[in-house]
Nanobody, 112 residues
Framework: QVQLVESGGGLVQAGGSLRLSCAASGSIFSMNGMGWYRQAPGNLRELVAQ???????NYADSVKGRFTISRDIAKRTMYLQMNSLKPEDTAVYYC??????WGQGTQVTVSS
């Protein structure tokens, strides 16, 4: 089993920044194959950014150039640095591992 705990969400004005963290524990064999998703009310959950199994990174077009995904292997923690936030970034952000395990989510609200 893998446990994922997100933190770092909150309320921020448009143009501001937040950094989300995802602490992983349990049967973690790699910090690759993990990613961040988000779900806004009435919308499907969508991929925001991921670290693939090979260690490369992918981003949704809507966040390219503004968000950066990273991880600290020693701390078993994944991060999402979010800059130049927009109201449309408002959503619950979820951490995912191996396309199987999910965290409980953290709310990000961007006011205009």
């Amino acid at each position: 089993q893998v446990q994922l705990v997100e933190s770092g969400g909150g309320l921020v004005q448009a143009g501001g920044s937040l950094r989300l963290s995802c602490a992983a524990s349990g049967s973690i064999f790699s910090m690759n194959g993990m990613g961040w998703y988000r779900q806004a009310p009435g919308n499907l959950r969508e991929l925001v950014a991921q670290i693939t199994s090979s260690g490369s990174t992918n981003y949704a077009d809507s966040v390219k150039g503004r968000f950066t995904i990273s991880r600290d292997i020693a701390k078993r923690t994944m991060y999402l640095q979010m800059n130049s936030l927009k109201p449309e970034d408002t959503a619950v952000y979820y951490c995912n591992a191996y396309s199987r395990y999910w965290g409980q989510g953290t709310q990000v609200t961007v006011s205009s």
